[in-house]
């Protein structure tokens, strides 16, 4: 079955810490991958893409993720978090030949220790 | 700037009492969804339209209905709200494979 997984609900970090979120799926071939940012009462914000190419990914706000075939996976990352990255931040999949529809990961909560 | 406008911001309605809420967009994008996304959950995809073709997710209740009376708007019609259906509403477009949300409409159901 297609599926994608946040397996960490919540993540706490300093600020100024490295940052890593995990997001892995289930899938037959490569689906279009997204990471999403969300603050409180608020809409979502696409951080980053993948479709092809390059697996490590550049995004805004200095986000990067990497695109692992092997491992299915697709962490976000950041070499040093800011306490404005706190937020929920969601992987998202587009399964290629099901349409045009995002799947959400379950999310996971950042909170940034000042 | 091109954007995804979504009007209310916050609605407040009475259980059992229509409640429309409203999605506009200046991007020109052939699609539009409606996302409901209840308290510490991931969004869930209620509807999309592609152009002027509707597609239902299999588990949306009958109770959601939505309107696209043209390419910029797109409403969302619950018909009888109940308790369970207070959450955040997103609207999104789409053209390719990139996505745009609105600021999403937080529906109270009282």
């Known amino acids: 079955a297609q599926s994608v997984t946040q397996p960490d609900i919540h993540i706490t970090v300093s600020e100024g810490a490295s940052l890593e979120l995990r997001c892995n799926y289930s899938y037959g071939a490569t689906p279009y991958l997204f990471w999403y940012v969300q603050s409180p009462g608020q809409g979502l914000q696409l951080l980053l893409k993948y479709f092809s190419g390059d697996t490590l990914v550049q995004g805004i706000k200095g986000f990067e993720a990497e695109f692992k075939r092997s491992q299915s996976s697709f962490n976000l990352r950041k070499p040093s978090v800011h306490w404005s990255d706190a937020a929920e931040y969601f992987c998202a999949v587009v399964f290629t030949g099901g349409g045009n529809k995002l799947t959400f990961g379950t999310g996971t909560q950042l909170k940034v220790e000042l | 700037d091109a954007m995804v406008i979504q009007n209310p911001r916050y609605q407040v309605t009475q259980f059992g009492k229509p409640v429309t809420l409203s999605c506009s967009q200046t991007l020109n994008h052939n699609v539009m969804y409606w996302y409901q996304q209840k308290s510490s959950q991931a969004p869930k995809l209620l509807f999309h339209y592609y152009d002027k073709d509707f597609n239902n997710e299999a588990d949306t209740p009958d109770n959601f209905q939505s309107r696209r009376p043209n390419t910029s708007f797109c409403f969302l019609d619950i018909r009888s709200p109940g308790l369970g259906d207070a959450a955040m509403y997103l609207c999104?477009?789409?053209?390719?494979?990139?996505?745009?949300f609105g600021p999403g409409t937080r529906l109270t159901v009282l």
């Open positions: 999104a477009t789409s053209q390719g494979t990139s996505m745009f």
